[in-house]
């Protein structure tokens, strides 16, 4: 599933990130802290406009993966500004990645839509 890939391509994108970060001196604890507002942004987000979990949770999916690709496209600019081609690299990989998978959950955002009505309307039918 595409999922269990995506999770594994996260742990190595993390490595790539903490492996730059040690090269240019700097602690992998930025990064953590970065990564801990950016959930923490992304859930206050996805709270505001869904009502039910499936649909919080595709609607979070979704933006998050578009808050990395956004960081993703500002890094490599900024390692393209100060010569670094190793950041810019890695950051192309890791938006390559990212870019996937926003696509496919994409692609599967109509779907869970439809299903999650469906089975809401199965549930107000079970209950008259």
């Not at 999770?7 to 190595?12: A, G, I, M, S, V």
């Not at 970065?34 to 996805?46: D, T, V």
Request: a negative charge.
């Amino acid at each position: 599933m595409l999922v269990t890939l995506h999770l594994e391509e996260t742990k190595q994108q993390a490595k790539r990130l903490e492996q730059c970060l040690d090269r240019m001196g700097e602690g992998s604890s930025t990064l953590k802290d970065a990564g801990g507002k950016i959930i923490a942004m992304g859930q206050s987000i996805s709270g505001i406009f869904a009502g039910d979990e499936v649909m919080k949770g595709s609607l979070a999916s979704y933006t998050f993966e578009h808050m990395e690709i956004a960081s993703y496209k500002m890094l490599i600019a900024a390692a393209g500004e100060i010569g670094d081609a190793g950041v810019q690299r890695a950051c192309e990989e890791n938006l390559r990645e990212e870019e996937a998978m926003a696509d496919w959950l994409e692609s599967r955002l109509g779907t869970v839509t439809s299903e999650f009505l469906r089975r809401d309307e199965r549930d107000a039918d079970s209950a008259k």
